[in-house]
């Protein structure tokens, strides 16, 4: 994260956000500041208000009350042209089909800086390349865009981004299409743009190892926000995501590394074989009080059981000893 001093104003200051459709509130009483060069991730379960808060910081929302100021100035009170030139989007799925050529689309990210009907420069062309050279693809320039790949279409969208030259990338679930490689390219590649992130992103362990602070969503409410470390712990993954989860640094980064497992007790046996147990368990201690000999033990586990008893098979006691199989 890039220094700021302490009494420095924050690019970023969202003050008792609520947003509602319909009287539903969807964000609720969200405050929060982002400093200039922070890399900010959003995090939460599905239908968490990630994407709802993202639009509210773009402009697309306007908050039902509470406030959203970019560098000191009410949000609402920039034009669409002077927000575009302060903050790029890239979005889950392009709004907008786009028939045109990667070039193209890449050469959107110039318009917010140009008049609409000047020409390209030999350095708008140059930056144009550059940009498709950093998400690899340099080599599909000439392609229509609709016949990307989803990976391919968010990486154009991204080098849009790019040479769209501002101060805030706003990125919603970025790595959604992408491959493993290209999920820690475009996050690199946003960190190395060095301006201020925010982003919001489901995979946790990406979220640990690229942002310097996460805003926990949970039904829209802020649950946590600060350091991965305070942010990714267990007990905060319990609670919101409810699943169990170990939370331990990564040998390779130091960073932290969040392993999921969905229930940490053992699975249970099968139906069958869990009653059988009780039976089983409930014949023994018949056994202590009567005593009764191996053969009326395995007969009265059988009846219980409601299966005719097989004298003379003992594999099936054994079966039924394990847990493996019921008696169907
Ligand atoms: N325009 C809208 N009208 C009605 N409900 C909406 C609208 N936009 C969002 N919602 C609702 O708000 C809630 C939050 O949605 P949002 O897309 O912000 O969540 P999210 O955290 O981004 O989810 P996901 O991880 O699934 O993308 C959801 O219940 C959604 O149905």
């Known amino acids: ?33 982002i400093q200039p060069g922070e890399f900010v991730g959003l995090i939460g379960p599905n239908g968490a208000g990630k994407s709802s808060l993202l639009r509210c910081l773009y402009g697309k929302h306007q908050a039902t ?60 062309r140059y930056a144009i390349q550059c940009a498709a050279e950093k998400v690899d693809l340099q080599h599909k320039i000439t392609q229509n865009f609709n016949s990307l790949s989803g990976g ?10 790019i040479i769209q030259s501002t101060d805030i990338l706003i990125m919603d679930e970025p790595t959604n299409h992408l491959d493993v490689r290209h999920q820690v390219e475009v996050l690199e ?16 362990n990406l979220a640990a190892a690229f942002c310097d602070r996460l805003i926990l969503l949970k039904d829209g409410q802020m649950i946590a926000q600060g350091s991965p470390e305070a942010v990714l712990t267990e007990q905060s993954l319990k609670q919101v995501f409810e699943v169990d989860a170990c939370v331990d640094v990564h040998p390779f980064n130091q960073k932290l590394r969040i ?17 059988i147990e009780k039976q089983k368990s409930e014949s023994q201690s018949t056994q202590i009080e009567k005593q009764p000999n191996k053969q009326q033990q395995t007969t009265k586990t059988l009846q219980a059981a409601g299966k005719s008893p097989v004298i003379g098979k ?15």
């Not at 917010?112 to 020409?119: G, I, M, Q, R, T």
């Not at 590649?189 to 946790?204: F, M, N, Q």
């Not at 079966?319 to 493996?324: A, M, R």
């Open 65 to 124: 009350s509470g406030s959203i100021q970019l560098n000191g100035q009410h949000i609402q009170d920039y034009s669409r042209r002077a927000l575009a030139q302060k903050i790029a989007v890239v979005l889950q799925e392009p709004s907008a089909s786009f028939e045109m050529s990667v070039m193209d689309v890449i050469r959107m990210g110039l318009t917010p800086n140009k008049s609409l009907l000047a020409f390209d420069t030999p350095e708008d």
């Open 189 to 204: 590649l946003a960190r190395e743009l060095g301006i201020t992130v925010i982003v919001s992103i489901h995979d946790l």
């Open 152 to 161: 391919e279409k968010q990486r154009a969208l991204i080098a849009r981004a």
């Open 1 to 33: 994260m890039t220094y700021h001093a302490q009494n420095e104003l924050p690019m970023l200051q969202v003050a008792q956000l609520c947003w509602q459709v319909k009287q539903k509130c969807i964000l609720d009483n969200l405050s929060f500041t």
């Open 314 to 328: 003992p594999q099936v006691m054994h079966k039924i000893k394990f847990g493996q199989v019921g008696f169907e």
């Open 259 to 275: 392993t999921f497992a969905l229930r940490n007790t053992p699975l249970p046996l099968p139906k069958t074989c869990s009653t």
